[in-house]
């Protein structure tokens, strides 16, 4: 029943930053674990960062860890992702979402709400 929509996307060049936000309407936002995944062109949707409601757990990628920073403002209803020493291959349609309980933080289907996504484009 939570709506998730995400902003921030755009086109960069390489070694450039971006901070994605996700704002949720539903109420369960603030308890909920969240993540970001991504969808490049021509591959399957994959696992990006996640964070726990509390914000006292993160969890990263091994291709984003170091770069990527998840953070949540539950006051706000707001879910960010920032980006930083973006590259190419860092080019693909990025969705936030909320995780339903049990499963792992890493499994796309273990995420029951989703957001319409935002386009990063990262260029050489």
């Known amino acids: 029943q939570v709506q998730l929509v995400e902003s921030g996307g755009g086109l960069v060049q390489a070694g450039a930053s971006l901070r994605l936000s996700c704002a949720a309407s539903?109420?369960?936002?603030?308890?909920?674990?969240m993540g970001w995944f991504r969808r490049a062109p021509g591959k399957e949707r994959e696992f990006v960062a996640a964070?726990?409601?509390?914000?006292?757990?993160?969890y990263y990628s091994d291709s984003v860890k170091g770069r990527f920073t998840i953070s949540r403002d539950n006051a706000k209803n707001t879910m960010y992702l920032q980006m930083n020493s973006l590259k190419p291959e860092d080019t693909a349609v990025y969705y936030c979402a909320a995780k339903r309980p049990g499963g792992t933080y890493s499994r796309a289907t273990d995420f029951e709400s989703w957001g319409q996504g935002t386009q990063v484009t990262v260029s050489s």
């Open positions: 964070i726990t409601w509390s914000a006292g757990t993160t």
């Open positions: 539903g109420r369960p936002f603030s308890s909920r674990t």
